[in-house]
Nanobody, 125 residues
Framework: QVQLVESGGGLVQAGGSLRLSCAAS????????MGWFRQAPGKEREFVAA????????YYADSVKGRFTISRDDAKNTVYLQMNSLKPEDTAAYYC??????????????????WGQGTQVTVSS
């Protein structure tokens, strides 16, 4: 069992930056790939970024590539999402998730077993 708690959300102006954190409980954090997803009101939850168990492979949605960076610190059982050049369309609740995605399935919600409660990010224009 893994429990995930996100933090770092807030209100920021367009062009600004935020860093989200996701702290995991349990000793098996390094056994899981970690992902970030987001959900805007009235829309489905969508993939944002993922990092492999080793931290050596990272995947990004096209909409955030070049602006967001995912990283993990296994010593702290924490995964981060650094978000730069934020846009109003990045406004959403952001969720971290832990799982073992199959080959090519990093963006699939069904591949992630554990989810946090989310943290709200609001980008004003």
């Amino acid at each position: 069992q893994v429990q995930l708690v996100e933090s770092g959300g807030g209100l920021v102006q367009a062009g600004g930056s935020l860093r989200l954190s996701c702290a995991a409980s349990g000793s098996t954090f390094s056994s899981y790939a970690m992902g970030w997803f987001r959900q805007a009101p009235g829309k489905e939850r969508e993939f944002v970024a993922a990092v492999s168990r080793s931290g050596g492979i990272r995947y990004y949605a096209d909409s955030v590539k070049g602006r967001f960076t995912i990283s993990r610190d296994d010593a702290k059982n924490t995964v981060y999402l650094q978000m730069n050049s934020l846009k109003p369309e990045d406004t959403a609740a952001y969720y971290c998730a832990a799982g073992v995605p199959g080959l090519g399935r990093w963006a699939s919600r069904s591949e992630y077993y554990y989810w946090g409660q989310g943290t709200q990010v609001t980008v004003s224009s």
